[in-house]
């Protein structure tokens, strides 16, 4: 633990006044000469002891939340020296996006603190109340520890770093943003069933039927049971949903950035997402973003129930505006990882014709496409996506439908 000092002891005037006694003999000049020499020695080992036995921990209630939600910080401050202290600060030094509650004009918000006299051997809780403006993940900290001797001449502090973490999830985009509508209707469009028939997913076997095709007999079936008997699929889209998030909203995905663009698509894809995760569907999660920590392109592999829902969340929590790659060549890329049939919800800011023509690609692989997109792509994109069955939904016309 490394403790920084601040102030001095006047010594000079104890050294002036115990060269005066020796000169003078006089007993006021002996009593002031001792008076400060004894106050030098409790001054210097007040200082040294006054962070010794003082220990700090602390806790956060919860430790995952969503933007905009109020959270607790709360601090274990332990003075374990049998002797009293005179006074003691904390305070607890806060990262941008996370802000006191309530946050008052003038009231500093880089930090939050308190100050007492804690008794020998006491443990005080100190409660701090915090809102997490922001999506992202963030370490609180340090703590710093502010005491000083008992004459008040010398100061001393000291940090200390247990730095714990908060994940923040993006906000749902109907909550973000009041005037757009709820995405329910199109997550229950992303995870219904579709009716194509898988060839790779056999099922069983129903009787033959007038219009069946000769080359789906199960014809070991058909002489076992004496009749014709047709094999039976799986249906060609399944439940699961993976979506692919572009955070790029320019061609020029390596220079150019919109956080506000990329806002909206990261709350957008966390409805979603959880969305479909609240109707039991398998969820997964792709993007050419770039985590704000790791600086690696994140992702999420298909999964049901809480740990795919939270990973994905985690991910979107932690994206910067900034893309690895173009969405089409990332998306192509994941291609052979993506299982047979998953229905697949492009959210992106934009749509252009690089990513209709990855889009039109992944339809082609037997997939279902939906695609999401803050602004109407142009007449002759939307064409080709509607010929070739995507879906498309546009965030801008949905909130001027909510408005009007």
């Not at 709820?182 to 069933?193: D, F, G, I, V």
């Not at 592999?301 to 790659?325: K, V």
Request: hydrophobic fraction near 45%.
């Amino acid at each position: 633990m490394t403790v920084q000092r601040s102030g001095f002891y006047p010594w000079p005037i104890a050294l002036v006044l115990l060269a005066a006694a020796a000169i003078t003999r006089e007993p006021v000049v002996l009593i002031a000469a001792a008076a400060g020499l004894a106050g030098w020695a409790v001054s210097a080992f007040t200082a040294r002891t006054a962070l010794i036995g003082v220990d700090a921990q602390i806790e956060l209630i919860p430790s995952r939340m969503q933007a905009g939600d109020v959270f607790t910080a709360r601090i274990v401050v332990v003075n374990r020296k049998p002797v009293p202290m005179p006074w003691l600060e904390v305070r607890l030094a806060l990262p941008d996006g996370i802000d006191p509650e309530p946050s008052l004009p003038g009231v500093p918000r880089a930090s939050v603190g308190a100050g007492f006299s804690p008794r020998p051997h006491e443990r005080v809780t100190l409660t701090f109340t915090l809102r997490a403006a922001q999506r992202g993940a963030y370490a609180l900290g340090p703590i710093r520890l502010r005491s000083g001797d008992w004459l008040g001449f010398i100061g001393v502090d000291t940090d200390l770093a247990p730095r714990p973490a908060i994940v923040v999830y993006p906000k749902p985009l109907s909550v973000a943003d009041h005037h757009r509508p709820s995405l329910r209707p199109l997550a229950e469009t992303a995870t219904k069933r579709g009716l194509l028939p898988d060839p790779l997913r056999f099922r069983g076997v129903r009787p033959h039927l007038a219009g069946d095709s000769r080359k789906e007999i199960h014809w070991k079936t058909s002489a076992r049971l004496g009749s014709l008997q047709t094999k039976v699929y799986e249906p060609a889209t399944s439940l699961d949903a993976v979506f692919l998030l572009n955070v790029a909203t320019y061609d020029q995905y390596w220079i150019q950035a919109d956080p506000e663009a990329t806002e909206t698509v990261i709350s957008a894809t966390a409805e979603l997402i959880r969305l479909a995760a609240d109707a039991g569907r398998q969820v997964g999660l792709v993007t050419n973003g770039i985590d704000n920590i790791t600086h690696e392109r994140p992702r999420s592999a298909l999964g049901r129930g809480p740990r795919p829902l939270t990973r994905s969340l985690e991910i979107l929590a932690r994206l910067g505006p900034y893309a690895e790659n173009a969405p089409e060549a990332v998306f192509l890329r994941e291609r052979g990882r993506l299982p047979w049939g998953a229905t697949l919800v492009c959210v992106t800011p934009a749509i252009g014709t690089h990513l209709a023509a990855g889009l039109l690609a992944l339809r082609r692989a037997h997939h279902r496409v939906l695609a999401v997109s803050i602004e109407q792509p142009d007449e002759a994109v939307l064409a080709r996506l509607r010929g070739a069955d995507i879906h498309v939904d546009s965030l801008r016309i949905g909130a001027r439908r909510a408005a009007g």
